[in-house]
């Protein structure tokens, strides 16, 4: 088998860069642990999925044309801690960009460079174990993006499985979505809100202290929702779970 | 449509947590019979494949499996009708109606005359209309309509279809499940025995013999198109199959993603009127092929839709549909396929939110038996009706905005900056007030995170500077 790639580029994403700077350091931490070097190209900002989904197709073609020519032509793995944002470059640059001779080929490109964070760990590095203990109790909420778009859930799992002292409790359909879904929480609260409330109860009956994930948009629908109700229960993104494990 | 708007539509539906507990334990446990049922055959996913490709491959040729089943059920005695809209549909049945000199119709179950809102056409013209479905029967008595595309009254608990049938029908008032089911059968044995003309749906038409195959589970479908002495069908125009080996396909995937069934109880073959060497069946049938915006549908990147064989599937595991139900969605299609399939056949400005309700997450093209990828068909709805100028304009400013920022990394830098003053501003923690505006739907269900005073990236560069 050949060595798998060890320098990779990370796309931080816009909410992990402004909201949860931890959580991209997390990222970084647990693969610089695995001896993966790491570089963050200048100038991120946002790959233009909310746009996108919202129908503002021009606005997000706009965005994708800054990230696109923010990771340039190298052919290192692009790791992302977001399903989604991972899911609308796979998916939708290349529907994007199919008529234009120029970002065309790139979107392609990139979206066969992205790889998720766990997909990285688990498919590419085959690391299932990254050597964390946590004690602690937490329910795993596949996100939509993840789970649907690029198949994302025995990564994570197997890597929540790996952690000691760590009890991984079960909700009752854990394939509901959370009801987040981009500007839809805001453009369609009253729905959001109905969604998340349902998927807020499957959480607590649980009684896990985290919902963990590996989207920070869902997670922070979920944590702004349970501090809503003053709920003791916290959410936690993956990588952050097992940065702190191996500390 | 209905003329009120979307989000006072959600909001009542919001209003009466009882109905929308037997929707969503209604939806939930036919879809848990779908996952148990599907595994049934032998290979699901090679069956679901099989059944897209013939889907595609029919959509794709339309126009020539329409002749040939125009061809063969002309040939087998049957006359077909084409409507290019649903005016022309409705024509089409009154002329018929009027001309055999029909008083009273039964129905069996049939979505399109829904669409083309043929029973109050039909009414208007002195005829009785009788749905025989049970569900539709239950709406109609109850001056309801269905919420669901195949459990018409998931919304009803059994007490109120006893109050309905008490009230609408005389009877004793009761909900048990078979005495309620005796009342209906008692009335509608009288309603087959004495219609003039059958009208039914068509679950799909098979080319290559001229055939419509309905598929029902209280056989009325039988009794309606083989006691009134006229039958006609009215059928969407891409609900066509090739051949009956098609048909086969189709049938296995059908009734176990609509009901969790292997087969309905009753699946019938209609070919043509009754022969001159037969002694029972109606003396004429006629088949309304209706477009209704098909055409458009077919020559638009949305053409996928008409893959759709109606098993609604897609409404029971749709998260959105568990949460408002049917009635919410004002149209007759609801769902995940009804968001898509309504602005295309009344037009996008009339049912602009439908497609923009839904959160994205893709459990209906899991779901979907031919793998309709309903997600990108919604997508490109939501480009449309930002294209037609249907989005509010607090978010076409905000859109413009966040170009702006997302397309420079110094705005974002400066964006970022504005943030965490507002947090600082706000406590440094999870904001807890009201946002102003549009916003005010996050805060009315969530707090907001605080912003980081560095950024990932402004930390990045920091340390790249000390190694």
Redo the contacts between chains.
Sequence with gaps: MPEPPRNVSLF?T?L??????DV??AVVDVLEAQGVTVG?P?????C?Q????????D?AR??A??TLDVFGDSDEPVIIPSGSCGAMIEH?YP?LFKDDPEYGPRARALAGRIVEFTQYLVDVLGVTDVGARVDASVVYHPS??AL??LHIDRQPRALLENVRGLRVLEQA?P???C????????????????????RLDAFEATGADWVVGVDVSCL??I???L??RGSAMRTKHLALLLAEGIR | MSDVPFKERVNAALQNPDRLRAISSGAEAAFVKRNIVLESLPDPDATRDLARQIRAHTIAHLDRYLAEFEANLTANGGQVHWARDADEARQIVLDIATRVGAKRVAKSKSMVTEEIRLNAALEAQGIEVWETDLGEFIAQQAGDHPSHIIVPVMHLTRQEIGRVFHEKLGAPYTDEIPELNLIARRTLREVYLSADMGITGCNFAVAETGSICLVTNEGNGRMVTALPRVHVAVMGMERIVPTLDDLSVMLQLLARSATGQKLTVYTSLVNGPRRPDEEHGPEEMHVVIVDNGRSRALASDLAEILYCIRCGACLNVCPVYRAIGGHAYGSVYPGPVGSVVSPILGGVPAFADLPHASSLCGACKDACPVRIDLPTLLLRLRRETVKQGQQPGWLSAGMKGYRAVATSPGRFRLAARLGALFTRLTGGRWFRGSLPGPLGAWTRYREFPPFARKTFQQRWQERSRHD
């Design positions: 931080v816009c992990l860069d402004t909201l949860f700077p991209a350091q963050v200048a100038g991120q900002t946002c233009g909310p746009a996108f989904n919202a129908g503002y197709w606005e706009a965005m044309r800054h939708y529907e939509c993006h649907r778009g359909n394939e509901t979505c009801g987040f879904g981009g500007v839809f929480s805001v453009k369609m609260g009253e729905i959001s809100g109905a969604m998340l409330h349902n922070m629908h944590e702004g929702g501090r809503k």
